[in-house]
């Protein structure tokens, strides 16, 4: 038997002792920024059933550790910005024995003790006296009320609830109009209807979610109401009705005589009798919490968390964050097959895409090896919007493209995917003509008001600019990291039309991606380092002044988008060789690598030491890295263990920044893996594990084995590697090293650092 059946099994029988979802906290991160959602969920189910708080400040994934309870709500998103989506189809507990005179009204309510999550479980208690717990499956939700007397307590079912926003950019939420009827059966009440919204972080238009709830052998009343509008609070009808339908606020209140009341509810985007389906089907009338908590567990403990094992175990803090990283990474994109309203087809079908802009870099290559199902699906699902809508998303939600930030890095992920062998089901004829849309179609201006100048919905709008000058000027916002996208997209074509046998395009697009030579400004300097990244005016083409040390607001509006001059001057990820001869040589490109984490030469970032890098946003994602690009891997594996070590934690404030739909946990999860992937190329470059062995799970039987010996708090510099049995003297492996079959990383460790890799620098494969 092989090494590596040996260890797989030796994992398997440690797998089963363990109980892995133990270590999995849903509220790490889902403060400070961070935006996690705590509530429960499954694997990138369509149910995200948590808390609403109102604070003043927006509740991105509906949760704040402050503030008030307005409502649990069955759809929720994970670790995004921007504005708030969803917090819709929501339920409202209020204890008697007061009569609710107007459902419209104030009835929010504070904590009175911090809420319980675990993993499949989530519980609140209220301040009135009234816990409230929650299970999901997949497309419906259990409420379960435990209220502080038996006397007309009530629970409110208002259709226009919708998380609001209060950034004052004009992406806040709206509700739109909806409906409710409510009819008795012997088994209690069953109420369904619909909710129509707009709006969010994507600007979305007018979407419709349908919803089907039941209170299953529970004696009681219930009461429908409608408001006078779509935001007020005045009432116009508050009566036994058994039906509203308004574009005005409706809902209903139903009471009951009991201290305990449990309402499980479905929901469905194309009809309320498909949320009833889905309802039923899921959780079946007398289904119980702590059933549908087992479920949960076993549902991430088998898909999700098992991917990865250690027999490592002596770290709790360690297996905390390996964990509940894992968990965190696989709560959105949302598989939403079978419920797209807007076209039939027999692809898959995923929303909820935030972004590929944050995702591309390190999450969608980790989905790669540890879900390879759903990022097949996920891919042919991109395509298929280019289909019936003309463009791939870069970000995607309600079943609307938007918020673009950059380049159109759909283009990145299908590259990375089709380097690393994937085929499958995917028509990649169809897909590298989605690609050439994002490269030759100027997409139509959605008039952002954040950038009125070109397309924020998809493609890339500084399109003219890119194709005419082979640069983009100040005429487009965030024009020069704009610029350095644009090139890593052009990458990506060159890519897949060498693998399509496409060598016109090949040649192009390769020329094209070193575009982002147009853009440097040599003459640009900071620190004692000259040559950037630098705007061109609009009229002139002619560099203009910028300090590379500053980004102005680094927001859309700018000519740099969530990263400086200098972190930008450092993306050329494709084309490092050239990089460094434009840095000055290696061991000026080094220093400016060091300097990136200096304490005290930024103005801001006072949270991270004032440092240049920004462990916080994803254009700094690779520069921890890069060292090895120098022939310095060892000073790779130094900063970016303790930027990992610094500023990520298994508690509520455990991220260095919005996690990004989980990107930054994709991003600590390859850290610990001792790996760090380049964006589409077979690359890998090579730091050092967490644990003394890891075994991932790839799917049709291969495994990944890594070990480490002398592994230690300190001692964690390699010393030297093998690679499948063999010494390894290279810096990097490849996709078919270790990942195409199955492999083994064996790794001999030591406090301090080694000139162990003498071989190859890392290929760069655009110089």
Same mark, same amino acid.
């Given at each position: 038997?092989?090494?590596?059946?040996?260890?797989?099994?030796?994992?398997a029988?440690?797998?089963?002792?363990?109980?892995?979802?133990?270590?999995?906290?849903?509220?790490?991160?889902?403060?400070?920024?961070?935006?996690?959602?705590?509530?429960?969920?499954?694997?990138?189910?369509?149910?995200?059933?948590?808390?609403?708080?109102?604070?003043?400040?927006?509740?991105?994934?509906?949760?704040?550790?402050?503030?008030?309870?307005?409502?649990?709500?069955?759809?929720?998103? &994970?670790?995004?910005?921007?504005?708030?989506?969803?917090?819709?189809?929501?339920?409202?507990?209020?204890?008697?024995?007061?009569?609710?005179? %107007?459902?419209?009204?104030?009835?929010s309510?504070?904590?009175?003790?911090p809420?319980?999550?675990?993993?499949?479980?989530?519980?609140?208690?209220?301040?009135?006296?009234?816990?409230?717990?929650?299970?999901?499956?997949?497309?419906?939700?259990?409420?379960?009320?435990?209220?502080?007397?038996?006397?007309?307590?009530?629970?409110?079912?208002? =259709?226009?609830?919708?998380?609001? &926003?209060?950034?004052?950019?004009?992406?806040?939420?709206?509700?739109?109009?909806?409906?409710?009827?409510?009819?008795?059966?012997?088994?209690?009440?069953?109420?369904?209807?619909?909710?129509? !919204?707009?709006?969010?972080?994507?600007?979305?238009?007018?979407?419709?979610?349908?919803f089907?709830?039941?209170?299953?052998?529970?004696?009681?009343?219930?009461?429908?109401?409608?408001?006078?509008?779509?935001?007020?609070?005045?009432?116009?009808?508050?009566? %036994?009705?058994?039906?509203?339908?308004?574009?005005?606020?409706?809902?209903?209140?139903?009471?009951?005589?009991?201290?305990?009341v449990?309402?499980?509810?479905?929901v /469905?985007?194309?009809?309320?009798?498909?949320?009833?389906?889905?309802?039923?089907?899921?959780?079946?009338?007398?289904?119980?919490?702590?059933?549908?908590?087992?479920? =949960?567990?076993?549902?991430?403990?088998?898909?999700?968390?098992?991917?990865?094992?250690?027999?490592?175990?002596?770290n709790?803090?360690?297996?905390?964050?390996?964990?509940?990283?894992?968990?965190?990474?696989?709560?959105?994109? $949302?598989?939403?097959?079978?419920?797209?309203?807007?076209?039939?087809?027999?692809?898959?079908?995923?929303?909820?895409?935030?972004?590929?802009?944050?995702?591309?870099?390190?999450?969608?290559?980790?989905?790669?090896?540890?879900?390879?199902?759903?990022?097949?699906?996920?891919?042919?699902?991109?395509?298929?919007?280019?289909?019936?809508?003309?463009?791939?998303?870069?970000?995607?939600?309600?079943?609307?493209?938007?918020?673009?930030?950059?380049? /159109?890095?759909?283009?990145?992920?299908?590259?990375?995917?089709?380097v690393?062998?994937?085929?499958?089901?995917?028509?990649?004829?169809?897909?590298?003509?989605?690609?050439?849309?994002?490269?030759?179609?100027?997409?139509?201006?959605?008039?952002?008001?954040?950038?009125?100048?070109?397309?924020?919905?998809?493609?890339?709008?500084?399109?003219?600019?890119?194709?005419?000058?082979?640069?983009?000027?100040?005429?487009?916002?965030?024009?020069?990291?704009?610029?350095?996208? !644009?090139?890593?997209?052009?990458?990506?074509?060159?890519?897949?039309?060498?693998?399509?046998? *496409?060598?016109t395009?090949? $040649?192009?697009?390769?020329?094209?991606?070193?575009?982002?030579?147009?853009?440097?400004?040599?003459?640009?300097?900071?620190?004692?380092?000259?040559?950037?990244?630098?705007?061109?005016?609009?009229?002139?083409?002619?560099?203009?002044?910028?300090?590379?040390?500053?980004?102005?607001?680094?927001?859309?509006?700018?000519?740099?988008?969530?990263?400086?001059?200098m972190?930008?001057?450092?993306?050329?990820?494709?084309?490092?060789?050239?990089?460094?001869?434009?840095?000055?040589?290696?061991a000026?490109?080094?220093?400016?690598?060091?300097?990136?984490?200096?304490?005290?030469?930024?103005?801001? %970032?006072a949270?991270?030491?004032?440092?240049?890098?920004?462990?916080?946003?994803?254009?700094?994602?690779?520069?921890?890295?890069?060292?090895?690009?120098?022939?310095?891997?060892?000073?790779?594996?130094?900063? /970016?263990?303790?930027?990992a070590r610094?500023?990520?934690?298994?508690?509520?404030?455990?991220?260095p920044? *919005?996690?990004?739909?989980?990107?930054?946990?994709?991003?600590?999860?390859?850290?610990?893996?001792?790996?760090?992937?380049?964006?589409?190329?077979?690359?890998?470059?090579?730091? /050092?594990?967490?644990?003394?062995?890891?075994?991932?799970?790839?799917?049709g039987?291969?495994?990944?084995?890594?070990?480490?010996?002398?592994?230690?708090?300190?001692?964690?510099?390699?010393?030297?590697?093998?690679?499948?049995?063999?010494?390894?003297?290279?810096?990097? =492996?490849?996709?078919?090293?270790?990942?195409?079959?199955?492999?083994?990383?064996?790794?001999?460790?030591?406090?301090?650092?080694?000139?162990?890799?003498?071989?190859?620098?890392?290929?760069?494969?655009?110089?």
């Open positions: 038997m092989s090494r590596i059946a040996l260890l797989a099994l030796a994992c029988a440690t797998c089963q002792a363990q109980d892995l979802a133990q270590y999995v906290l849903p509220n790490m991160g889902d403060s400070n920024g961070g935006n996690t959602f705590p509530g429960v969920s499954l694997p990138l189910g369509i149910v995200k059933l948590g808390p609403d708080l109102y604070t003043g400040s927006d509740s991105y994934s509906g949760y704040q550790p402050t503030g008030n309870f307005i409502g649990f709500s069955l759809l929720h998103e &994970s670790g995004t910005g921007g504005a708030p989506k969803y917090g819709v189809v929501s339920q409202m507990p209020v204890p008697g024995p007061s009569n609710i005179s %107007n459902p419209l009204a104030d009835l309510v504070n904590r009175s003790a809420d319980v999550a675990r993993l499949g479980y989530y519980k609140s208690s209220l301040s009135n006296g009234v816990s409230v717990e929650l299970g999901a499956t997949a497309r419906a939700g259990t409420f379960k009320y435990t209220f502080p007397k038996s006397e007309a307590n009530n629970v409110v079912v208002d =259709v226009s609830h919708v998380l609001s &926003s209060y950034r004052g950019q004009g992406l806040g939420q709206n509700y739109l109009g909806g409906n409710i009827s409510v009819s008795t059966t012997k088994s209690g009440f069953r109420y369904e209807g619909a909710g129509s !919204y707009d709006n969010g972080w994507n600007r979305a238009p007018k979407w419709t979610v349908y089907c709830g039941s209170f299953d052998n529970q004696p009681g009343s219930f009461k429908t109401f409608l408001g006078n509008d779509a935001t007020s609070t005045t009432l116009v009808s508050y009566t %036994n009705s058994p039906t509203q339908n308004s574009t005005a606020r409706v809902g209903a209140v139903f009471t009951f005589n009991s201290t305990s449990s309402s499980r509810v479905g /469905s985007f194309i009809s309320s009798k498909q949320a009833c389906g889905n309802l039923d089907r899921e959780i079946p009338a007398g289904t119980k919490l702590d059933t549908l908590e087992k479920n =949960v567990k076993a549902a991430w403990t088998n898909g999700v968390l098992s991917k990865i094992t250690t027999k490592d175990t002596a709790t803090t360690k297996l905390q964050l390996l964990y509940s990283s894992l968990y965190h990474f696989l709560l959105i994109p $949302t598989n939403k097959t079978g419920e797209n309203p807007l076209w039939k087809s027999k692809e898959p079908y995923y929303d909820d895409i935030f972004t590929f802009w944050d995702l591309f870099r390190s999450g969608t290559p980790l989905l790669h090896i540890l879900q390879p199902t759903a990022y097949e699906e996920l891919i042919r699902s991109v395509i298929d919007v280019w289909r019936f809508e003309g463009f791939m998303p870069d970000a995607r939600s309600s079943f609307f493209n938007g918020a673009t930030q950059g380049g /159109s890095n759909a283009d990145n992920v299908l590259a990375d995917a089709y690393k062998g994937v085929r499958g089901a995917i028509n990649w004829t169809d897909g590298f003509r989605a690609m050439l849309t994002d490269a030759e179609t100027v997409p139509p201006n959605n008039n952002d008001p954040r950038d009125p100048t070109s397309s924020t919905k998809e493609g890339r709008g500084a399109l003219p600019d890119w194709i005419q000058f082979g640069y983009i000027t100040k005429k487009y916002k965030r024009s020069v990291s704009r610029a350095i996208e !644009y090139a890593g997209n052009d990458f990506a074509l060159y890519q897949v039309a060498k693998g399509l046998n *496409n060598q395009a090949a $040649t192009k697009y390769l020329s094209r991606s070193r575009n982002w030579r147009n853009q440097w400004n040599a003459n640009l300097t900071a620190l004692n380092f000259t040559g950037f990244l630098g705007p061109r005016d609009a009229s002139s083409g002619a560099f203009v002044a910028q300090d590379p040390l500053s980004c102005g607001g680094c927001y859309w509006g700018d000519d740099y988008y969530q990263g400086l001059p972190e930008y001057s450092f993306n050329a990820h494709h084309d490092m060789a050239t990089l460094i001869k434009l840095c000055g040589g290696v000026n490109f080094t220093a400016r690598l060091e300097a990136m984490f200096t304490p005290g030469l930024s103005t801001s %970032n949270q991270f030491g004032n440092t240049l890098f920004n462990p916080g946003n994803e254009p700094s994602f690779a520069t921890p890295y890069l060292f090895h690009f120098a022939g310095h891997p060892e000073r790779s594996v130094a900063r /970016s263990r303790a930027v610094a500023y990520y934690a298994p508690t509520e404030p455990g991220l920044g *919005n996690s990004d739909a989980g990107a930054m946990e994709s991003w600590l999860l390859w850290n610990m893996l001792g790996l760090y992937p380049m964006p589409a190329q077979t690359t890998f470059l090579i730091v /050092s594990p967490w644990f003394s062995d890891l075994t991932l799970d790839l799917g039987g291969k495994k990944l084995v890594i070990t480490a010996k002398n592994l230690g708090e300190e001692s964690y510099h390699v010393q030297s590697l093998k690679v499948n049995g063999k010494a390894w003297k290279k810096s990097w =492996v490849t996709w078919d090293d270790v990942f195409a079959k199955g492999g083994t990383i064996d790794f001999v460790l030591g406090p301090n650092p080694s000139t162990w890799a003498t071989g190859d620098l890392p290929p760069s494969p655009a110089s």
